[in-house]
């Protein structure tokens, strides 16, 4: 069946630290690809997509490309600001008709 | 703002009680969705509706009792519910009219508290 795997973390990074959350999945077939982020005491907030190979999403300074040789959405951000401190789901859908599958969620603190 | 709206934000209720969390979007989407979020868990899908119709329902217990009067609200009804109950309620919503991008947009959650 589809699944998705990450990094379960915590993860805790200094200010302007690189972050790299590793994502992976199963499917077959294109699914599209998603990072939702969730703030504390929030609900969960679409941060990038992609919904074909070697596409490219990016929101905030966040980026993920689509790999469908090696089946990975790595969510990667140059320089962490303590802001970006939440919870990160990576997720994938295969068609409008179908669940979306996510991620179990990686904690990340950022440090001053 | 995502457009899904949930009331109330947080609710403490008693195991014989019955009470009702509201969902509601502004997005024009024809489906809706209860998820269930309890700390160190997975997400939990509990219930889908597509134009109105419930198409998913997961194993979930009966004293939770979905309803969607039209394509804008969602409800969940609660009676009879016990403490590990507790967790965050999560509604979200999407359009299911085909196509593979359409992301799910969600509420702020409704915190539930079973004593």
């Known amino acids: 069946g589809n699944s998705v795997t990450q990094m379960e973390g915590p993860v805790t990074l200094s200010e302007e630290a690189f972050l790299t959350i590793n994502c992976t999945y199963t499917a077959t077939g294109y699914p599209s690809l998603f990072w939702y982020v969730q703030y504390p005491g929030e609900g969960l907030q679409l941060l990038l997509k992609a919904t074909k190979a070697d596409d490219k999403g990016s929101n905030k300074g966040f980026e993920a490309t689509y790999r469908k040789e090696t089946t990975s959405f790595h969510l990667e951000k140059g320089s962490v600001q303590v802001s970006d401190s939440a919870v990160y789901f990576c997720a994938l859908r295969k068609t409008s008709y179908d669940k979306v599958i996510f991620g179990p969620g990686t904690s990340l603190s950022v440090i001053p | 703002e995502t457009g899904v709206t949930q009331t109330p934000r947080h609710l403490v209720m008693g195991m014989t009680n019955k009470k009702s969390l509201k969902c509601e979007q502004h997005l024009g989407h024809n489906a809706m969705y209860w998820y269930k979020q309890s700390a160190k868990k997975p997400l939990e899908l509990m219930f889908v509706y597509s134009l109105e119709e419930r198409v998913e329902n997961n194993s979930v217990p009966s004293r939770f009792s979905p309803e969607c009067p039209n394509s804008s609200h969602l409800f969940l009804h609660l009676h009879t519910l016990q403490p590990e109950d507790s967790a965050l309620y999560l509604c979200?919503?999407?359009?299911?009219?085909?196509?593979?991008?359409?992301?799910?947009?969600f509420g702020p959650g409704t915190r539930l508290t079973v004593t």
């Open positions: 979200a919503s999407s359009q299911s009219t085909g196509g593979s991008s359409y992301e799910q947009y």
